[in-house]
């Protein structure tokens, strides 16, 4: 039920938008607080389309998604990642637990950050260690995070 409140408000604050001013992409804060986080592709709002029917979730997504191509999401990198999880909820997490005690020391730039309540993500970092991306790894396989990691973090010397 508060689902349903929650996308009617939604709907009904984009309805008040008038269409000239809306922009063309939202910042990364607006699309997690809209539900879209991650690194999003655009054929994942072409899909969307084809299940869900309301236009505005829609291009809400397609404001928020990344064109699918080698030259956009493959070759984007970071400097290094955090791993933030609940430790309480990690026994509902079998995979993200193997990853921290087995494969975790392949990645040097990459913490392990407990916050309670906090559902399991991987927060991308710059440069400057400052928060990029947000990527929720709920239901995510042990070798997709490896994989991950391995193509989206920049290696350390001590590599």
Not at 70 to 87: F, H, N, W
Request: with cysteine; aromatic share 8%; hydrophobic share 35%.
């Amino acid at each position: 039920m508060g689902l349903l409140i929650y996308i009617c408000s939604l709907v009904l604050l984009f309805s008040l938008v008038p269409m000239g001013v809306a922009k063309d992409q939202l910042s990364s804060r607006e699309c997690e607080v809209l539900g879209f986080s991650g690194l999003a592709l655009c054929s994942d709002c072409n899909t969307l389309a084809e299940y869900v029917k309301d236009q505005d979730l829609v291009s809400d997504c397609s404001k928020c998604c990344t064109e699918d191509s080698d030259d956009s999401i493959s070759k984007i990198t970071y400097s290094g990642a955090v791993l933030e999880v609940c430790m309480r909820k990690l026994v509902f997490y079998p995979e993200i637990v193997g990853f921290i005690e087995e494969e975790k020391d392949q990645f040097p730039s990459v913490k392990v950050q407990y916050i309670f309540n906090s559902p399991p993500k991987l927060i991308m970092l710059d440069e400057a260690s400052q928060h990029k991306e947000n990527i929720r790894i709920d239901n995510w396989k042990r070798e997709h995070i490896l994989q991950f990691l391995r193509e989206k973090v920049k290696p350390t010397s001590t590599d």
